[in-house]
């Protein structure tokens, strides 16, 4: 029987979108101490975000406390919906408050190898290629185009770009890129949604802490000569900040 319509909710199939909280260590101390490492000088980072907690890196012998693990994200201001788990994990990662989530992490996509003994017969018309599409980002670019003093926040969706000094004590947040056409003696903080391609092009590196996807690095240590006040850019590699001169004139 067909359901009546209603103008006040539907039911729809779709895919949940959220970070994952990878968990490759079942000992909760340790968790618990990388967390505080990781974002005791910034707070704020994923206050209030989603997760999803994903036990499929551990070994098979390996199982963690899932919901002190939960409480424990919840510490730290993050929220989780649900587990992500391979077959043999469901039964006991699975508990009562954390449904069993598919993942839906995005990988690049590469075109399939031409099989080179495969045979094409003669008579056989060409296979049209299909269309290369380019993904364009939904979330345009934010332009700051003045000074940011001691205590200013910027925070972009998408790529950021600065076009004036960030002092001391401000901070420029994105969850894309970061470009900064002046000195930067303030944070910048880049990829903060978990993008772990992101990257922040300075003119002129001088910062009080610069970090990608939660990776950071503060002022406290001093930067190589041949990066400390030049044009750099700065990115992620193997869970490593590498710093690069770009060689600006």
Known sequence: MPQKKTPYFELRSGAVDTLHFVVKTPELDTLRTELAQRFEATPEFFAGDT?????????????VAVP?????LAEFRMKPIGVVVNTEQAEWAVVEGLPRLDSHERHERRAPRANRDTEVPADAEPAQAAPVVAEASAIPST?????????QQVYAKGDLIILDLVSYGAEVIAEGNIHI???????ALAGVKGKLDARIFCTCLEPELISIAGIYRTGE??????????SVQ?????????????GLK
């Open 51 to 63: 997760v999803a907690i994903d036990v499929r890196r551990l070994a098979g012998d390996e199982r």
């Open 234 to 246: 700065v990115r992620l590699v193997d869970d490593k900040l590498i710093f690069e001169p770009l």
């Open 181 to 187: 056409y002046a000195p930067l003696r303030g944070r």
């Open 68 to 72: 002190a693990l939960a409480e424990m």
């Open 221 to 230: 240590y001093a930067l190589p000569p041949d990066v400390q006040g030049r």
């Open 143 to 151: 332009i700051i185009d003045k000074p940011l003093r001691s205590g």
